[in-house]
C-alpha cells in the first residue's frame, strides 16, 4: 500500500478491505466495497477529519487514520501533491475556467501530455519532447495528473 495523500481532489481505488477491522465493517456497511472510487473533497483544518466522495455520490467524512487503514491506490492527483519526481504523469484535468484553458494552451500544456515534474523555484513540467513549462503555486493546485506505468 502505498502512502496516502490527504489534498483535495486527490483520487484512490479501493484496493481490498480487511473485514476484520471497524473501518472497513463501516465502508462496507454504506456500501463502499473494493474497486470504490473515492475523491477527497476537503481535509479538515487540523488534518485530522477528511471529507470525501464515494462514487455513488455520496459524501461521507471520515478520520484520517480511518482512511489512512484503508488498502487504496491513487488513481489521480494535483500536481500541488506530487512527491515523486521519478516517475511519469498524465495530464488528466484542468480545474479553472475558461480562462486557466486557455492559460494553460498558450503554454502548450493539453490534457492526455505525459509529463515529468521537477521542482525549481515552483513546478516545472517537462514534455517528452523537452518543452518545460514552470507553473505557480496556485496553477499546480488545478492541474489533475494520474500517474503513468513506465
Known amino acids: 500500500m502505498e502512502e496516502l495523500i490527504l489534498e483535495p481532489n486527490t483520487e484512490y481505488i479501493i484496493n481490498s478491505l480487511d473485514d476484520r477491522s471497524l473501518v472497513s465493517q463501516r ?3 454504506m456500501g463502499v466495497l473494493p474497486g470504490s472510487n473515492i475523491r477527497i473533497l476537503r481535509v479538515g483544518p487540523l488534518g485530522k477529519t477528511v471529507e470525501v466522495l464515494i462514487d455513488q455520490g455520496e459524501s461521507i467524512a471520515l478520520r484520517a487514520n480511518e482512511l489512512k487503514a484503508l488498502d ?3 488513481v489521480a492527483l494535483p500536481l500541488s501533491a506530487v512527491k515523486d519526481i521519478t516517475k511519469s504523469y498524465r495530464i488528466r484535468n484542468f ?3 475558461r480562462g486557466f484553458w486557455e492559460k494553460m ?3 502548450n500544456l493539453k490534457i492526455s501530455d505525459i509529463i515529468k515534474v521537477a521542482f525549481n523555484d515552483g513546478y516545472q513540467l517537462i514534455k517528452k519532447d523537452g518543452h518545460k513549462v514552470r507553473v505557480g503555486r496556485g496553477e499546480a493546485e488545478k492541474i489533475i495528473l494520474e500517474p503513468v506505468e513506465s
Open 95 to 97: 480545474l479553472g475556467g
Open 27 to 29: 465502508m462496507i456497511q
Open 72 to 74: 487504496c491506490k491513487i
Open 105 to 107: 494552451k498558450a503554454r
